[in-house]
């Protein structure tokens, strides 16, 4: 089968565990204290206005964006739940969620997952701007500033990652994260779905969320050219504003170097976002392979039935 004719499959790491996205469905697995792998599956609901965006360029981009958050954050909330109770006292679970924030309670998990992403970017785009203000005595001229703007976003950016991967359990989501992209590189590289085969394969991958974040710094940081600087509160103003366009840009950016990764000379463009994947993945150990594993093929089951 010819790479161009596959189903382009997407995932995400969560709490002990893999989702990963399809057509039709969305499924976690995830490791449960007595060794044993646990499924959440989601069927996908269309939506006529998001599919509408979906073929739109530069809007399909916040679609996605958009739809990940908010189906991400449910597939974290089962994971964040079940992956510590001991599958003979479920019953605990639900105790569990009665205890859940009244924020989540009243917005549910999908629209709290897409106004945290949207708050995060918000003061990932707001505060290097304001940083950067107070070096004008030094770094007086637009460009100047907007350089400095983006070194700052990217050391924060850098330092965020780096500093919350050294706790245990982010450490395991990263852990996760590389089952997660060597399962869909064993995928795209035909080869069946084994531990072994599994494990051989890069722990990155050129469609990463990760290289989507580093995207938006670069691609942000030449937008900011075309607008002002100058008064604090207009350039903060513009930087917000300007959050869709960015997003919409560094999404066809990502799909583009995406499509050149096989091109000796053009491959080099998503080269930065690989180099960031460095941080944000680690090598998995061949029990949470199986765990990615497991809810692939459970994907490729329920895909396969619906078709």
């Given at each position: 089968?010819?790479?161009?004719?596959?189903?382009?499959?997407?995932?995400?790491?969560?709490?002990?565990?893999?989702?990963?996205?399809?057509?039709?469905?969305?499924?976690?697995a995830i490791r449960r204290k007595d060794n044993?792998?646990?499924?959440?599956?989601?069927?996908?609901?269309?939506?006529?206005?998001?599919?509408?965006?979906?073929?739109?360029?530069?809007?399909?981009?916040?679609?996605?964006?958009?739809?990940?958050?908010?189906?991400?954050?449910?597939?974290?909330?089962?994971?964040?739940?079940?992956?510590?109770?001991?599958?003979?006292?479920?019953?605990?679970?639900?105790?569990?969620?009665?205890?859940?924030?009244?924020?989540?309670?009243?917005?549910?998990?999908?629209?709290?997952?897409?106004?945290?992403?949207?708050?995060?970017?918000?003061?990932?785009?707001?505060?290097?701007?304001?940083?950067?203000?107070?070096?004008?005595?030094?770094?007086?001229?637009?460009?100047?500033?907007?350089?400095?703007?983006?070194?700052?976003?990217?050391?924060?950016?850098?330092?965020?990652?780096?500093?919350?991967?050294?706790?245990?359990?982010?450490?395991?989501?990263?852990?996760?994260?590389?089952?997660?992209?060597?399962?869909?590189?064993?995928?795209?590289?035909?080869?069946?779905?084994?531990?072994?085969?599994?494990?051989?394969?890069?722990?990155?991958?050129?469609?990463?969320?990760?290289?989507?974040?580093?995207?938006?710094?670069?691609?942000?940081?030449?937008?900011?050219?075309?607008?002002?600087?100058?008064?604090?509160?207009?350039?903060?103003?513009?930087?917000?504003?300007?959050?869709?366009v960015v997003l919409g840009i560094s999404f066809?950016?990502?799909?583009?170097?995406?499509?050149?990764?096989?091109?000796?000379?053009?491959?080099?463009?998503?080269?930065?976002?690989?180099?960031?994947?460095?941080?944000?993945?680690?090598?998995?150990?061949?029990?949470?392979?199986?765990?990615?594993?497991?809810?692939?093929?459970?994907?490729?089951?329920?895909?396969?039935?619906?078709?």
């Open positions: 089968m010819k790479e161009e004719t596959k189903q382009i499959y997407g995932g995400q790491a969560v709490v002990e565990g893999v989702m990963f996205g399809g057509r039709e469905y969305t499924v976690t044993s792998i646990d499924y959440f599956r989601l069927p996908r609901h269309n939506n006529k206005m998001l599919d509408l965006f979906k073929r739109i360029p530069f809007l399909r981009g916040i679609a996605a964006i958009l739809y990940a958050s908010s189906n991400g954050a449910k597939h974290l909330n089962f994971s964040t739940e079940r992956f510590d109770t001991d599958p003979n006292d479920d019953e605990a679970i639900g105790h569990k969620k009665e205890e859940q924030s009244k924020l989540t309670m009243w917005l549910g998990a999908a629209t709290v997952g897409i106004l945290s992403f949207i708050f995060g970017k918000v003061i990932f785009t707001a505060v290097p701007a304001v940083l950067a203000h107070f070096t004008k005595p030094v770094f007086s001229s637009d460009m100047a500033q907007i350089l400095v703007e983006s070194v700052i976003k990217l050391i924060l950016l850098l330092s965020y990652i780096y500093f919350v991967s050294l706790t245990p359990i982010i450490k395991r989501v990263f852990q996760y994260h590389g089952a997660e992209h060597k399962v869909i590189n064993a995928y795209e590289n035909n080869l069946p779905l084994t531990v072994e085969n599994v494990q051989k394969q890069t722990r990155l991958h050129y469609r990463c969320g990760s290289s989507f974040i580093l995207f938006t710094v670069i691609v942000g940081m030449f937008i900011y050219f075309l607008v002002p600087t100058d008064p604090l509160w207009v350039r903060v103003g513009y930087r917000i504003l300007l959050i869709p066809e950016v990502l799909q583009f170097t995406n499509r050149l990764r096989n091109l000796p000379v053009l491959r080099f463009l998503g080269y930065p976002g690989l180099w960031l994947q460095l941080l944000t993945t680690k090598e998995p150990s061949d029990d949470q392979v199986e765990v990615a594993i497991a809810s692939f093929n459970e994907l490729l089951r329920l895909e396969n039935a619906k078709n």
